[in-house]
């Protein structure tokens, strides 16, 4: 059985590492980018079985990103999930309203990364 892949974007480089160790602990294949802009670029050339993100990015936003890869039909049904440290429940909302598959709080814990994950990628096949 094939690795499933993870896409991380995320600009701070400590969560990035952090979110990318608890991965690969778990199994899955990583590929990390620390911001928008590449890691649309890499979820075009590796095709991820899921997608996190950070919300609040230089250049091409969370959000931009977002509605980058949900248009383009080769990443519309890749699984995402927003990370954010922003507790407001209206940027919660906005990104579920989007489409957004989940949304995780930081700071958090490897379970709840975990059990997040697991549902996504399940639901991804």
């Known amino acids: 059985m094939q690795r499933k892949k993870a896409l991380i974007i995320e600009n701070d480089a400590i969560i ?3 979110i ?3 991965y690969e602990s778990e199994g899955l294949e990583v590929i990390s980018a620390r ?3 590449t890691g649309y670029e890499l979820s075009l050339q590796h095709a991820p079985d899921l997608v ?3 919300l609040y990015m230089v250049g ?4 931009d990103l977002f509605e980058r890869l949900r248009a383009d039909p080769r ?3 890749i699984p995402f ?3 954010t440290a922003d507790a407001r429940t209206a940027v919660r909302e906005e990104c579920l309203a989007l489409g957004a598959d989940d949304f995780l709080l ?3 814990t490897f379970e709840e990364l975990m059990r997040k994950t697991r549902s996504l990628l399940a639901k991804a096949g």
């Open 106 to 108: 930081k700071p958090f």
């Open 60 to 63: 091409l936003s969370g959000i």
């Open 75 to 77: 990443t519309g049904n």
């Open 35 to 37: 911001d928008g802009q």
């Open 20 to 22: 990318q160790v608890m």
């Open 52 to 54: 996190v993100s950070d």
């Open 81 to 83: 999930m927003f990370i």
């Open 16 to 18: 990035r590492e952090c």
